[in-house]
């Protein structure tokens, strides 16, 4: 089964912040990456993974920089910066409350009213 790519667009940044927390890396290691971690039930393509670099550099919580060519082509790393260290702990945080919120709206049940006021 593979999640719903709308499930998982407003974490994007989360995500890929995570992946880069774990040390720096370049695009498709990212994509690598994000789908190892999902057990391959989520795939973050290309145009959508450089959307969420050039938004989180514009941010500051990522910088960039070319390697070498000693490997073939010349590839662009990116890392998590301080600022980055610190929207990663709130979207964490963001992440923990809508869990638990969603759980709630999608799992709870009410009391029922009456039932609660006649006890």
């Known amino acids: 089964m593979e999640l ?11 995500i ?5 927390v774990q040390g ?8 690598k990456d994000v789908k190892a971690l999902s057990g391959g039930a ?8 450089y959307t969420v670099f050039k938004r989180l550099e514009k941010a500051g919580a990522i910088s960039s ?8 082509g010349r590839r662009k790393y990116y890392a998590i ?4 260290l610190e929207q990663l ?6 992440w923990q409350l809508a869990r638990a919120t969603l759980d709630a709206l999608i799992n709870g049940g009410l009391i029922d009213d009456h039932e609660a006021y006649t006890n």
């Not at 720096?24 to 994509?31: H, I, K």
């Open 65 to 72: 920089h070319w390697g070498d060519e000693s490997q073939g």
């Open 81 to 84: 910066t301080a600022d980055g």
């Open 89 to 94: 702990a709130r979207e964490r945080a963001n």
């Open 4 to 14: 719903s790519k709308d499930m998982v667009r407003g974490y994007l940044s989360a």
């Open 42 to 49: 989520y795939t973050i393509n290309e145009a959508t993974l």
């Open 24 to 31: 720096e890396s370049y695009g498709y290691q990212v994509t």
């Open 16 to 20: 890929v912040l995570n992946v880069l």
